[in-house]
């Protein structure tokens, strides 16, 4: 149970990228030709993509895009209405809602890609590990995933928070304990499911160790309910940041992120509605975004929906 | 010609709520270098378990709980079971080739990542010569255009096609053995003797042995030169195809033998089905399995356990009390 490891990973991981390597270089042009096609057929795709493109370029140039301070605001203009000076116009402490809202696209994207990256990598394996051998492994390791699961996201982040204190770090670090369960629920049952065929059974007749049956053979396709999975992740992780911003132990005070905006700007509804509603809208054609181009990415890379679309 | 494998006493069981299942009990056979033999059972006689025993791809809750399987030299049960001396043997070695071709590629690799894997993996090959070697084998095997259809996917393939693809995989690595468990099973007539005489010409090139597992005897009269026939876990009757077909002995192998039509026989004659079903596994009688279904019973057969393989003559064995 302990051999798959004996130092082989390396050899397989620079064997995947040396296949994907010769797949480019021989006569793979077709599948890259497939993925454009499909991948770029809806429109509603190319408008997440755009949606997206627009985000990361925002978290990049935020400097450059801001007309304003996003931390220190005017106490003058405090919740200004939206004019030519502020766009959006500003919350109770004069801030520019504008700016926040450009300086809170790097919180999106830092706090989704990470957590979802530590959560998937983390959870993808311990599923995968456990569904491949069963027995003890699986009893370890699906148990304490089904421990860490009964805490509610927040109050397992609470918990991590008060342990760690507030910030951005502890955010994704304590959203990526909450969520990796998520995963690793959903490779294992994946892994059940996708061991029992004939094929792996056929790899280990051709002499393929356990590593390999599980990167080479299971794991990819295991991918598109993953890449779903994770896409739809994204959005409610975004929804999940803005909560703990709320109840303080999220991005500190004069961090810029749009859940806290939403919440700071409710209690203003009937006079400044923009500052709930801009930030709201955000979020919600962002969550939006990734989940089409999710849509999209598993369309495309599937190779069993070669010739559907 | 010396023997290649030899099968001892191979038993493999399986733990279940209802009891244990003795999937494979007790049997015995070899096989000589480039030899064709063939095992012949209906469903559930473990017949394909009895194979996946001697490379030891036997998952909990099956278990092999003794015998040995002595391959050039060594018995392949002291190896642990997905150690590296068992993936050495598994695929370079000993290949198998499955029932199943619509499902025993990988759907989302192509086929040349398949193929090629098997000859890095075991014959450490560069990725530019495996590939070269891979569009051989295809050819090989009857795949026209191999350059071209080798980075396709599986379900662009025929089932036929697909267990071509099969076999160019099992043989990339030039195995000593070739297992094929019911390898025609899933695909129509006319494709079956074309898989049956390229698996016979591709194993006959590369001088290796051909191990060919069916519920059809036709298909074993053609090609095997020596037949064991496995009843309820156990061999029952052993001997050339001549011996099998031409002198059966064993009720079970007469009953087969007597369900199936002959073109070189009177015309008229009934085909003569067994009766009854095959038994379950689980706590089998000490008597002859056979037992309830024997149209040639005696006293002896209730009251004696089921008797081991008797030697006849020549290569010609059998299990049972009463035909000698």
């Known amino acids: 149970m302990v051999s798959p490891f004996c130092g082989c990973g390396a050899v397989i991981i620079s064997h995947l990228i040396d296949r994907v390597k010769v797949g480019l270089e021989t006569a793979r042009v077709s599948a890259w030709h497939r993925f454009r096609r499909v991948f770029l057929q809806r429109k509603l795709v190319i408008f997440g993509l755009v949606i997206l493109l627009l985000l990361v370029f925002t978290a990049i140039f935020a400097e450059w895009l801001a007309p304003h301070d996003p931390y220190r605001g005017n106490l003058a203009d405090s919740l200004a209405q939206p004019s030519r000076q502020y766009l959006l116009g500003t919350d109770i402490q004069g801030r520019d809602t504008l700016s926040r809202l450009i300086f809170g696209a790097r919180t999106v994207l830092l706090v989704g890609f990470v957590t979802v990256g530590i959560a998937a990598v983390v959870g993808i394996t311990l599923g995968l590990v456990a569904g491949h051998f069963g027995g003890i492994t699986n009893i370890i390791i699906m148990r304490s995933m089904d421990a860490l699961m009964g805490f509610p996201m927040l109050l397992l982040a609470l918990l991590i928070a008060a342990v760690l204190g507030g910030g951005i770090h502890n955010v994704i670090i304590a959203l990526s304990v909450a969520t990796t369960p998520g995963y690793a ?98 979020i919600m054609l962002v969550v939006f975004a990734f989940n089409m181009v999710g849509d999209g990415l598993r369309d495309a890379l599937d190779p069993r929906l070669r010739g559907l679309l | 010609m010396p023997e290649l494998l030899m099968v001892n006493n191979l038993k493999t069981q399986f733990n279940t709520e209802g009891g244990v299942v003795k999937a494979v009990d007790g049997i015995s056979y070899h096989i000589d270098e480039q030899e064709i033999i063939g095992l012949v059972g209906e469903s559930g006689c ?61 759907p989302v690799l192509t086929i040349n990542q398949q193929l090629t ?80 005489e390229l698996m016979k010409d591709m194993v006959e090139q590369s001088s290796a042995s051909l191990i060919i597992v069916t519920h059809n005897l036709g298909v074993v009269a053609r090609y095997a030169q020596r037949i064991y026939i496995m009843y309820a876990g156990r061999i029952v009757e052993a001997g050339t195809t001549e011996d099998i077909f031409g002198d059966p002995r064993h009720p079970y192998t007469i009953g087969l033998l007597q369900c199936i039509p002959r073109l070189d026989e009177e015309k008229g004659r009934k085909l003569v089905p067994i009766e009854g079903l095959p038994p379950n596994l689980i706590n089998m009688p000490p008597t002859c399995a056979f037992l309830p279904r024997c149209s040639d019973k005696s006293e002896r057969c209730s009251q004696e356990p089921w008797p081991p393989l008797k030697h006849l003559q020549g290569q010609h064995y059998i299990a049972c009390h009463n035909s000698y």
């Open chain 1, 185 to 282: 629920r959903t490779m294992y049952g994946l892994t059940l499911s996708i061991k029992e065929n004939d094929y792996i059974m056929a790899q280990r007749a051709m002499g393929a160790s356990n590593l390999r049956n599980m990167v080479v053979h299971i794991l990819p396709n295991a991918l598109p309910p993953v890449i779903v999975l994770v896409t739809l992740q994204l959005g409610s992780l975004i929804l999940a940041e803005a909560g703990l911003s709320f109840i303080g132990i999220g991005i500190k005070p004069p961090g810029a992120a749009w859940g806290a905006m939403v919440f700071d700007g409710y209690r203003y509804l009937r006079t400044n509605p923009l500052l709930s509603f801009a930030p709201g809208l955000a």
């Open chain 2, 117 to 196: 894997e098997m000859l890095e993996l075991h014959l450490g090959m560069s990725r530019q010569d495996a590939r070269e070697r891979a569009i051989e084998l295809l050819g090989m095997v009857g795949i026209p255009d191999a350059r071209s259809r080798i980075d396709d996917y599986p379900h662009q393939f025929s089932g036929g096609m697909r267990q071509r693809v099969m076999i160019a995989m099992a043989l990339s690595c030039n195995p000593r053995i070739l297992i094929a468990d019911e390898p025609t099973t899933a695909v129509d007539v006319t494709t079956q003797a074309e898989l049956l």
């Open chain 2, 46 to 106: 473990g017949k394909s378990v009895s194979q996946l025993s001697v490379m030891q791809l036997i998952f909990p809750p099956g278990k092999i709980v003794g015998g040995e399987v002595i391959f050039e030299g060594r018995d392949l049960l002291k190896f642990e079971a997905h150690g590296p001396e068992m993936r050495s043997v598994r695929g370079a070695k000993i290949a198998m080739i499955f029932q199943e071709p619509m499902t025993s590629l990988n």
